[in-house]
């Protein structure tokens, strides 16, 4: 059986701007072969039992030398396995797919190559420079600053009298040989110049200045590699393109504490606001069903006429035990529901289901305002949710009709404790600028995971997603830097800046 590889281009660094069919190739691999500059986020979409391998290089230190990179890839594939080999940028544009896959055809292994977005266009984007403008250059010209023999040299005389866009990549070591070169054999020392460092990712700069003082700028802001040097008018064109460093959150890095499998809608949009996401889960959602109550309850639906929902995982796990006790949801054809909040409300439309109510304000005393002008003595509520939900709930409704809960599922302490030591030096180098909270048990579970650790909060801004959960920070001696006026993860974005 003879396996397969795909040279994948991966793109500049954020790692949305892989293609669809190289996002496929991830999904298809037993094997994923990646580099530096890859977006580390595509690896998430790996199946489970992928095998990573990092072959990273920079400048004077690689993990792997090419060649063994080569058998790596040949030795994975005629083992039958597919391998997909991700590559910043394009593989074919100084990524030496080229060399890969001849090396792989002579030995027999079957080679597919997805393109990507190289960084001399697309790095050059994010750092807000057209690579083409039909008022400042009508071609463009990719050159590797990294020559395989050292003792060659560049066509200085020819390139220096090019009109169009010079762009060099890998050529950071060589960036003040460069702009002496060029202005050696003609070019004009004002020409504009930049450098955009780790383009399109959170670490991006960008430093601007003409050929005669763009290595001295290099040298003052500490731009190192890997960096794109670019040479021609379209620089001037940063300042007013700029959309990148624009974005509201960038170059903030942002600490995720809700569960992993729910925490991909606020990373995803911190991410779109141009911030750092840093998924640090502190709680997980542990099903504590199927069991007695549950199932008892399930099969005397009849006898209720209101559901209540606090979660979308109370939704969840209440339809798979409703459905494993051999129902559907015609269960419910006789029976009002109320939800909290939209994403409850969404998690219910699922299995086609609209609510009721759903309160203006996310929270239990609203939910409670809103159903009770129509309760009756004689309705009977039944209300599945966490085992250490507040009691405030259940406490008024058994005022005015009787309530049944049930408690179906706990949150314990997440899989983040494993980050514990990166998280702290984080907090302890500043790097942390915002601390988001998305309910009372990410709080509590931080703070035990940090232990004698957790006054490091205190040097970052702590935002809440409600009134609840702020409540529970301020009890536990911390500021809270900003609430959410909507009790919901686009609420937290609007007050994180977006």
Known sequence: MKGKVYLVGAGPGDYKLITLKGLQTI????????????????????????????????SSNHTKTQDEINDIICDKALEGLVVTRLKGGDPYVF??????????????VEVEVVPGITSAIGGLAYGGIPITHRDHASSFHVITGHLKDEDSELDWPTLAKLKGTLVFLMGMAQLDKIA????????????????????????????????????KTALDNAIGSPGIIVVGSVVNLREKLNFFENKPLF????????????????????????????EFPTISIKDISPQTDIVEQIKNLKDYSWLIFTSQNGVRIFFENLF????DVRQLS?????????????????????????????????????ILPLLKPEDKILIPRAKEARDYLTDQLKKHCVVQEVKIYETIIGEGIQDKDEIVEMLENNEIDYVTFTSSSTVKNLIKILGDKKELLKKSKLVSIGPVTSETIRDNGFLVSSEAEVYDIPGMIEVLGG
């Open 251 to 278: 170059g903030k890095k942002i600490l995720v504490t809700r569960a992993r499998e729910q925490a991909s809608s606020l990373t995803e949009k911190i991410h779109d606001l141009g911030g750092e996401a840093v």
């Open 95 to 108: 990524g030496r797919g080229g060399e890969e896959g001849e090396y792989l055809v002579d030995r027999g």
């Open 334 to 370: 006789h029976i009002k529901i109320a939800v909290i909040g939209k994403v409850t409300a969404d998690e219910l439309m699922k299995y086609s289901l609209k609510p009721d109510i759903i309160p203006a304000k996310y929270i239990a005393e609203s939910i409670y305002e809103e």
């Open 180 to 215: 002496n070169s060029l202005i050696a054999n003609g070019m004009e020392a004002s020409t504009p110049a930049a450098i955009v460092n780790w383009a399109s990712t959170k670490k991006q700069r960008a430093v601007t200045g003409t050929l005669e003082t763009i290595y």
């Open 27 to 58: 999904e298809e691999a037993d094997v994923v072969v990646y580099d530096r500059l890859v977006g580390k986020e595509l690896l998430k979409y790996a199946k489970s039992g992928c095998e990573f391998i990092y072959v990273g290089k920079e």
């Open 324 to 327: 494993k006790a051999g129902f």
